[in-house]
């Protein structure tokens, strides 16, 4: 977090390097984080050229972060991919990549292992509502915290608790019902 401040302060009086280091870092997360909320590797692109571009504007008008730069960058994301979803013409769900593609193919993963992925993961898309997918997603995929969350989200902590709380037993009420090699998950 200190090196978000030195960054940003650097960043708020337009330092080129500055600014490439603050791309450096966080272009491929919010372009992954984009990705499995969109599922669209072109518009994924287009939405974090979008969210650099827009603390651009920011930072030259003297606005922008004041701290926390990891989530303010995340929350320009997700408010980006809301926009889009509300003003295209074509619908695009909030829903988290199909990860078969990227998980479901590597060679460490074992037979058990496979089909309690398979089964979880079609318990996140078919059980979750879009919104507790959302917050999974920022949660355990993203690594923020509940603060972080809430504040992405525009929510407080408590609600973004209590969403995690009835998505997680509703993954347990799905996965508790599928047995593998006798072993109950969760």
Not at 91 to 118: C, K, Q, W
Not at 125 to 145: K, M
Request: aromatic content about 10%; proline content about 1%; some cysteine.
């Amino acid at each position: 977090m200190e090196t978000d401040r030195v960054l940003l302060d650097a960043a708020k009086s337009m330092d080129e390097t500055a600014l490439a280091k603050i791309f450096d870092l966080y272009a491929y997360a919010l372009y992954k984080y984009a990705l499995r909320l969109c599922n669209d590797s072109l518009l994924a692109d287009q939405i974090v050229g979008d969210v650099f571009a827009k603390l651009l504007d920011k930072l030259s008008c003297g606005n922008g972060p004041w701290a926390n730069l990891r989530s303010y960058l995340f929350e320009t994301t997700y408010h980006l991919i809301v926009d889009e979803v509300r003003y295209s013409n074509r619908r695009l769900p909030l829903e988290l990549v199909d990860l078969r593609n990227i998980y479901g193919n590597s060679a460490s993963i074992s037979s058990e292992n496979h089909m309690m992925f398979e089964i979880t993961l079609q318990a996140v898309h078919n059980n979750l509502t879009d919104y507790q997918r959302h917050v999974i997603v920022l949660r355990f995929f993203e690594g923020f915290s509940l603060r972080e969350t809430a504040s992405i989200l525009g929510k407080s902590a408590k609600h973004i608790k209590s969403t995690q709380n009835r998505a997680i037993k509703a993954l347990r009420k799905v996965l508790n019902c599928h047995k593998v090699e006798g072993s109950l998950f969760l």
